[in-house]
């Protein structure tokens, strides 16, 4: 709703800008990181440095589907006791899973958001350079936009400028 609302701002303000001859670039912080050398090693690094975690979470989750399907083979032999307690099994693993899971999202992001702090310095040189050097006066998000003319599209720009440091 907020970026609807941030579009729309922007069409109305956009003829009133174009009399001024105001330049207008768009920008998607998100893809142009992704798209850089520096992410690239990132996300190796964290796929190596989290495998261990992420094969003990799919052996989690084997565990939890075998418990499961003997749940449901063998429901109508099991005794009340035997159910009640083929059922606590799955919930704890369930549980485990989950909070291994959620451990491991936090730390990935802890991890990618001490990459957005390293790297913000130079995005914003790289921009103010942008900025100065092709005079532009307005930058907005590219996910705001539902058209965008890809002239006027910095992305590219910023990670290629990214990729050379």
Request: glycine fraction near 4%; charged fraction near 30%; charge should be positive.
């Amino acid at each position: 709703m907020k970026a609807l609302k941030m579009v729309l701002l922007a069409a109305l303000l956009l003829p009133g800008l174009a009399l001024a001859e105001t330049k207008i670039a768009v920008l998607d912080m998100e893809a142009a990181l992704s798209a850089t050398k520096q992410a690239g090693v990132l996300r190796d690094k964290l796929k190596q440095e989290f495998s261990a975690e992420e094969n003990q979470l799919r052996q989690m989750s084997e565990e939890g589907n075998a418990l499961k399907a003997k749940l449901e083979k063998e429901n109508s032999f099991l005794s009340d006791a035997d159910r009640r307690q083929l059922l606590g099994q799955i919930q704890k693993k369930f549980q485990e899973f989950q909070t291994l899971g959620n451990q491991l999202k936090q730390q990935r992001l802890a991890r990618e958001q001490a990459f957005l702090v390293e790297m913000r310095p130079q995005i914003e040189s790289i921009l103010k350079e942008l900025v100065k050097n092709r005079e532009i006066d307005i930058i907005l998000n590219r996910k705001s936009a539902v058209f965008v003319d890809p002239k006027l599209d910095l992305t590219p720009v910023i990670a290629e400028e990214l990729n050379k440091l």
